[in-house]
């Protein structure tokens, strides 16, 4: 058979395909077993807002037109409730989408990206796809070293990416660190803070809007989504903020309707129940709290996290035996697994 791997563009044939938290019933199916808790991808167990259910459920009557390509709402929605600009933001079917259009808009094989060490594994597949050199800054105590990921940029650095809070560690940046790194990373390179664990963090009292850094950092960028906290993941919808020349460049790379009628109707209804947020936030925040309590009864280290799941290091015990049979996600370490915090009274409760 003809090699088509070596027709494919950049580094294709280099990468191997996202693996993708496990569905409950593809498990129960594998193992033969009915009860199954899913802690690998950090869903929210709430479900979705009930207002966003009841606009969801409202416009599916409406599947027959396309949606609005340019997505008008829903940026009206985040200007009036956060005071973006609307020319800042890019909407996608997910911030994945909007992390791949930038990475095809200014990543090839003559430069290079930056990227702390146990990345979202997403940055280091676009950056290989598009032929760019990858260099991965080993963390700090579980923290990005800000230092010497600066160190590590040079004319040919394209873009530094962080998570912030941080997939798979859930450890975060302070706002204020963050801010001055940004501030002195030459222009030419794009500094991408993916905040989709950000509804998390935003209680700290340290905790500022970095999306309102835009007017004074120009090379500044920061994707969102409504998977997490919102409950939205199976509507695949987020948002992307930079300033108006990079906007409008991911603007002519994005496809037309990529955001679904569906997904941009919930999206809006769930901004506008922030009761709803408030109770997802406030429970992820007392079971995590719980997890912390549980891994000092039973000597486990556990790093503290700002997102919705932490990462434990189960030695001494079998870590496959503790998950049991729920589909928890490796971590930093053979012996480590990545947790949802909200699953602990689901989960924990039954090993413990």
């Known amino acids: 058979m003809f090699d088509y791997s070596s027709l494919a563009n950049g580094g294709l044939s280099r990468i191997k ?35 966003a259910r009841e606009a969801a459920v409202a416009c599916v009557s409406e599947g027959n037109f396309y949606p609005d390509s340019n997505g008008y709402y829903l940026k009206q929605k985040l200007h009036e409730v956060f005071g973006y600009d609307q020319e800042t933001i890019t909407l996608g079917a997910g911030s994945n989408e909007l992390i791949n259009l930038l990475f095809q808009a200014f ?37 990005v070293d800000l230092d010497a990921v600066f160190r590590a940029i040079d004319e040919n650095t394209r873009i530094v990416a962080f998570a912030n809070p941080s997939n798979p560690i859930g450890t975060a940046v302070p706002s204020q660190d963050m801010r001055e790194f940004v501030r002195k990373v030459p222009h030419n390179t794009l500094v991408v803070i993916d905040e989709a664990y950000n509804e998390f963090n935003s ?14 950092c120009e090379n500044l960028v920061v994707s969102r989504t409504f998977s997490k906290a919102y409950g939205l993941a199976g509507l695949r919808v987020g948002y992307m903020l930079a300033n108006k020349e990079i906007t409008s460049l991911l603007n002519r790379l994005r496809a037309p309707f990529n955001v679904n009628i569906i997904a941009l109707s919930a999206a809006i209804a769930a901004i506008d129940d922030q009761e709803f947020l408030r109770k997802t936030v406030d429970n992820n925040n007392k079971e995590r709290l719980r997890y912390e309590s549980f891994c000092k009864e039973m000597g486990l280290f556990m790093i503290p996290s700002k997102a919705n799941f932490v990462a434990i290091d189960f030695k001494p015990y079998d870590a496959q035996k503790i998950a049991g049979g729920a589909t928890a996600r490796r971590g930093y370490s053979p012996s480590s697994f990545r947790v949802q915090a909200a699953g602990y009274s689901a989960c924990l409760n039954r090993y413990a």
């Not at 498990?27 to 009860?35: A, F, T």
């Not at 003559?110 to 260099?135: D, I, W």
């Not at 209680?203 to 004074?216: F, N, R």
């Open 17 to 51: 395909p996202y693996q993708a938290g496990k569905p409950i019933e593809e498990v129960k199916r594998e193992l033969g077993i009915d009860n199954v808790i899913k802690l690998a991808s950090n869903e929210n167990p709430f479900g979705m807002s009930p207002k």
């Open 107 to 143: 990543v090839n094989d003559k430069t290079n990206v930056v990227l702390p060490e146990y990345s979202f594994v997403v940055y280091g597949m676009e950056a290989t796809v598009n032929g760019a050199l990858v260099r991965t800054i080993p963390l700090k105590n579980y923290q």
């Open 203 to 216: 209680g700290d009292e340290t905790y500022e809007d970095s999306a309102k850094w835009l007017d004074e």
